[in-house]
């Protein structure tokens, strides 16, 4: 089983805490449509896991294969920068055939961000070699597709389409964590 | 008896130290791409079963995107299946593809069999990676199960440590394979 190679560390975007039993780690392209179908099931996990689950998610835009995929990327750190990382992830997914410049205006708008601020960076690629870096790590680590998932720094190659399976999986994930934790 | 038989269905791929077949194949309808022009160069050579199957699109597509981390080890990347030649155009144009896939495609799969890389009854080719260094000796090679996209992180490491042990200072092994052939 492939490890995490680059670990999570303050450079990545995380929904709850470093110390949580159980983190699990996304490498996701916004513009593809299993991660679109990926979407809901992490969300339901996060549910079901409450404090026990941190989620990470890192850029793996398949450019070539998806058009507005590195940009979509771009837009979710820009929101980031603003303190909206996660809710720019969430529209995008929720919104993925319309990833133009205008479409993330938009949802820029929307989401009550500084537009000039977060136009002029996507316009300066200011966030592009932390997209970049993240698709190196993930290459690195033996990401082969979108998504791919890392539970607690181990590529998770089972099901995850059966959100009752993965939420299962992670469960397992945290029984385990807590059994070391409670040896160590 | 019966394991042994069971083994020898098994392709058994060229490993490290050999020194890689030469052979020349279609790259385009009207082109052909001989493996010993790429010396001097790392050769990342990709055998695949099929254009279109779906691992193998998450394949190429993920080769396609690592395409300038591999140059920068000024490394060359090969794309190797029975399709044909006009079959490889549509699908790189699909996929929109920058690197060259060749036609190992009559004889069929003849250059899979000398890398141990045929699978007899399927008639297509393994799931198998090679690099080679620029003396065109194999360094790292890999099986993948048919249905299991290898990713990039082992062609990775394997040009880091070509990069870190330049050509021409082969270990004794890759030397006895040189001088042996």
Known sequence: MSPLVIPVSERDHIAGSFDAPVVLVEYGDFECPYCRRAHPIVKAAQRALGKELAFVFRHFPLAEIHRHATQAAEAAEAAGAQGKFWPMHDTLYEHQDALEVEDLLNYAGTLELDVTRFARELAHGEYLRKVRDDFRSGVRSGVNGTPTFFINGQRYDGEWTDGAVFIAALEQAAKLAHTESARG | ?181
């Open chain 2, 1 to 181: 008896m019966a394991q042994q038989a069971e083994r020898s269905k098994q392709s058994k791929i060229l490993g490290a130290g050999t020194q890689a077949p030469d052979f020349e194949l279609p790259s385009a309808p009207d082109k052909k791409l001989r493996l010993s022009s790429l010396r001097g160069h790392a050769v990342i050579l990709v055998f695949y079963p099929a254009d279109w199957s779906p691992v193998c699109g998450d394949q190429t597509a993920l080769y396609n995107e690592i395409l300038s981390d591999f140059r920068e080890y000024g490394a060359e990347l090969v794309g190797i299946s029975v399709d044909g030649p006009w079959c490889h155009v549509a699908f790189a144009n699909s996929r929109n593809l920058h690197y060259p896939l060749l036609s190992d495609f009559e004889p069929k799969g003849e250059v899979a069999r000398k890398y141990g890389a045929y699978r007899e009854g399927d008639g297509t080719s393994e799931r198998a990676l090679f690099v080679l260094d620029g003396d065109g000796v194999i360094r790292w090679s890999y099986l993948s199960p048919i249905d299991v996209n290898p990713g990039a992180d082992g062609i990775l490491q394997a040009l880091e440590s070509i990069a870190h042990r330049p050509a021409g200072t082969s270990t004794s092994t890759s030397a006895e394979a040189r001088s042996g052939s």
